[in-house]
């Protein structure tokens, strides 16, 4: 009798064959997402009952009937995981689960006009099999909706697969798995604890729209006594079930934000701003996305990973997804959930196709006109941001050769010697007197040191405010932006100010014969140090200071000289005497009367001027030499 009932090992498909195998051995990275799977197929089961209730008449769809439970037994060594949905025929057993990747969701998706924003996730048939990345045996006990009989379908792994007939009460599938042993390099005992059981639920199915039950074991007081306990068990529903991003905009407080973002551990600061968007044009999808206040502690190092967390139908499909983050706003948190992605074979592994891109084109818009918006009305707020990432920013406006920098510019600050705060480019250049034809910027390693350089002198005196540059990124992202809204950004160090009036149009031919002379033979001294020698146009009371000529300035030499791949790149330096100061008098004897002592005030000059650049001398003790040789 028993031979009518009982079948005979059946063999899996080759190809199916194949993938199972890989399956257990490769496509997912973390043993643990075969519950997330169990339950996503779990839930979409519950789901087709749903669509059925919807269309017949005669089927009513009692939500509290349907439900998920996860059942561990340690001592049996079996985790069983229970739905109440649609069931499958002893067919369906068979083109589901004895050929990989042909899943019963992609058909009925087909047959079923899809109602009221429930969706079906198991667009493949391929989850079901990570079950054997942790069990031995999987059975798999299942009662098709409106069939008498019900099937047990069983298998352990590539060898093949039966199928029985069973008894079973209710409509639904049940799926047992004979848990591993643990292994010297796998701990197979965690997926039979109740803890870790919880914590899987929660963090990729806590949204799943059916509860999710277990029995879990807690202490309570004993009822007529002080300090006596008793065990107990009860059913508890693991999963929250609706999403914070489903629910209405209007509904939800600050508070629910900042609890989702503690929850969600995405940081220990508090944000300083969320963004709830819901789209529902060609590609449908939520976001909550925040933008932090603290920079993480390793946000500028190697091992920092950018990504928002990307769900499909409220399920996890990957913790970090880097493409939906320009690596400018690497710093935001949050999540995508969206019902219109095309998976493939592994939910952890995306198409990488036009649908993310089109939602990182939407995330990127959407945070760049947040973060203008707390700029124009939140002051503070957007300071306390720029403290932590304005440095990200920048190189944002340098990387991928300035690709981005139309985005950012009008999100970047510097530190004003006018106003002696952050300005934004467009605050500056609001304020530029008519005849100005250029942003003017001074480099330099703090803004003590920048107050104090003798370039600025002439600049601030005609009443033109200087943009104080103390990161090392600035100067490289200025050069890439080149311009901002037609002015372009000029060096107070650079050869040319382009301020009217800069020469003194008095000096008499044989004045200005005299000084080139003069510095002619200076330049000469310096031979391989300075491009050239010259009057200075910018200096008033200071009597030297280095300018340069094209595109590498002093602060960028630093920079560049500070990295590992250094090439020694120098900038073109131009040592600039001030003609007014006392200084040029004594240059003017010591030409005329002594030549030993031009060459050295010409050394000292010039190493006058690296100090005060904070660049290192060659010959520190030659220097102090020479100065005891003017005290003597």
């Known amino acids: 009798?028993?031979?009518?009932?009982?079948?005979?090992?059946?063999?899996?498909?080759?190809?199916?064959?194949?993938?199972?195998?890989?399956?257990?051995?490769?496509?997912?990275?973390?043993?643990?997402?075969?519950?997330?799977?169990?339950?996503?197929?779990?839930?979409?089961?519950?789901?087709?009952?749903?669509?059925?209730?919807?269309?017949?008449?005669?089927?009513?769809?009692?939500?509290?009937?349907?439900?998920?439970?996860?059942?561990?037994?340690?001592?049996?060594?079996?985790?069983?995981?229970?739905?109440?949905?649609?069931?499958?025929?002893?067919?369906?057993?068979?083109?589901?689960?004895?050929?990989?990747a042909k899943s019963g969701s992609l058909a009925f998706k087909k047959e079923t006009e899809l109602k009221d924003g429930y969706d079906i996730i198991g667009q493949f048939g391929v989850g079901f099999y990570a079950a054997f990345m942790v069990a031995d045996v999987v059975t798999v006990i299942s009662k098709a909706l409106g069939s008498e009989e019900a099937y047990k379908w069983e298998s352990t792994g590539?060898?093949?697969?039966?199928?029985?007939?069973?008894?079973?009460?209710?409509?639904?599938?049940?799926?047992?798995?004979?848990?591993?042993?643990?292994?010297?390099?796998e701990n197979y005992d965690e997926f039979l604890e109740e803890y870790r059981l919880k914590s899987i639920i929660k963090k990729y199915s806590d949204f799943i729209r059916y509860p999710i039950k277990m029995d879990v074991s807690s202490r309570r007081p004993k009822e007529g006594s002080d300090n006596e306990?008793?065990?107990?068990?009860?059913?508890?529903?693991?999963?929250?079930?609706v999403p914070i991003w489903k629910k209405n905009k209007s509904e939800l407080t600050d508070e629910d934000y900042t609890n989702f973002y503690a929850e969600k551990r995405y940081g220990f600061d508090k944000p300083i701003k969320h963004?709830?968007?819901?789209?529902?044009?060609?590609?449908?999808?939520?976001?909550?996305?925040?933008?932090?206040?603290?920079?993480?502690?390793?946000?500028?190092?190697?091992?920092?990973?950018?990504?928002?967390?990307?769900?499909?139908?409220?399920?996890?499909?990957?913790?970090?997804?880097?493409d939906l983050l320009p690596d400018h706003f690497s710093f935001v948190k949050g999540m995508v959930d969206s019902e219109d992605l095309s998976l493939n074979i592994s939910r952890e592994m995306l198409q990488h196709d036009r649908q993310l891109k089109l939602i990182s084109k939407n995330i990127n818009k959407k945070i760049k006109s947040e973060l203008q918006s707390l700029l124009n009305n939140e002051r503070e707020k957007y300071e306390e941001f720029y403290k932590s990432f304005g440095r990200q920013l920048k190189y944002g406006v340098y990387s991928e050769f300035g690709a981005n920098k139309e985005?950012?510019?009008?999100?970047?600050?510097?530190?004003?010697?006018?106003?002696?705060?952050?300005?934004s480019l467009d605050e500056y250049v609001s304020r530029m007197p008519e005849e100005q034809k250029y942003i003017y910027y001074a480099s330099?390693?703090?803004?003590?040191?920048?107050?104090?350089?003798?370039?600025?002198?002439?600049?601030?005196?005609?009443?033109?405010?200087?943009?104080?540059?103390?990161?090392?990124i600035d100067e490289f992202a200025i050069k890439m932006l080149m311009t901002y809204k037609e002015k372009e950004f000029k060096s107070i160090s650079s050869g040319d100010l382009g301020i009217e009036g800069e020469e003194n149009?008095?000096?008499?031919?044989?004045?200005?014969?005299?000084?080139?002379?003069?510095?002619?033979?200076?330049?000469?001294?310096?031979?391989?140090?300075?491009?050239?020698?010259?009057?200075?146009?910018r200096l008033k009371s200071h009597p030297v200071c280095l300018a340069t000529e094209g595109d590498i300035s002093i602060e960028m030499?630093?920079?560049?000289?500070?990295?590992?791949?250094?090439?020694?790149?120098?900038?073109?330096?131009?040592?600039?005497?001030?003609?007014?100061?006392?200084?040029?008098?004594?240059?003017?004897?010591?030409?005329?009367?002594?030549?030993?002592?031009?060459?050295?005030?010409?050394?000292?000059?010039?190493?006058?001027?690296?100090?005060?650049?904070?660049?290192p001398i060659q010959d520190p003790v030659e220097f102090t030499n020479d100065i005891c040789k003017i005290m003597v």
């Open 557 to 615: 030499e630093k920079i560049l000289a500070a990295m590992p791949d250094n090439q020694n790149i120098k900038a073109d330096k131009v040592l600039e005497i001030n003609k007014n100061h006392e200084v040029f008098q004594s240059l003017k004897e010591a030409f005329e009367n002594d030549k030993e002592k031009l060459d050295l005030y010409t050394k000292l000059l010039y190493n006058q001027a690296l100090l005060i650049e904070g660049l």
């Open 275 to 322: 963004i709830h968007i819901s789209v529902d044009g060609t590609i449908r999808y939520n976001a909550i996305l925040y933008i932090p206040e603290k920079t993480p502690f390793d946000f500028y190092s190697k091992e920092f990973e950018k990504g928002l967390e990307l769900y499909s139908n409220g399920v996890l499909i990957m913790e970090k997804c880097a």
């Open 444 to 472: 330099g390693e703090s803004i003590e040191r920048i107050d104090k350089l003798p370039q600025a002198e002439f600049v601030s005196e005609k009443g033109y405010e200087i943009l104080y540059f103390t990161e090392d």
């Open 1 to 100: 009798m028993e031979g009518e009932f009982f079948m005979a090992k059946k063999q899996f498909k080759a190809e199916s064959k194949r993938l199972l195998e890989m399956m257990i051995n490769s496509i997912y990275t973390h043993r643990e997402v075969f519950l997330r799977e169990l339950i996503s197929n779990a839930s979409d089961a519950i789901d087709k009952i749903y669509y059925k209730a919807l269309t017949d008449d005669a089927l009513s769809f009692d939500k509290d009937s349907y439900f998920i439970k996860v059942i561990p037994d340690k001592e049996n060594r079996t985790l069983k995981i229970i739905d109440t949905g649609i069931g499958m025929t002893k067919e369906e057993l068979e083109t589901n689960l004895g050929t990989i």
């Open 407 to 423: 985005v950012l510019q009008d999100l970047i600050m510097f530190y004003s010697s006018k106003e002696k705060k952050l300005v």
């Open 158 to 185: 590539a060898e093949g697969y039966t199928i029985e007939t069973v008894e079973k009460d209710s409509v639904g599938t049940e799926i047992i798995l004979k848990v591993k042993e643990n292994t010297e390099d």
């Open 505 to 537: 149009k008095t000096d008499s031919e044989t004045e200005d014969k005299e000084s080139k002379e003069i510095f002619d033979y200076m330049k000469g001294i310096l031979a391989d140090k300075v491009k050239d020698v010259r009057v200075s146009k």
């Open 229 to 241: 306990f008793e065990d107990y068990v009860e059913e508890q529903v693991i999963n929250s079930m």
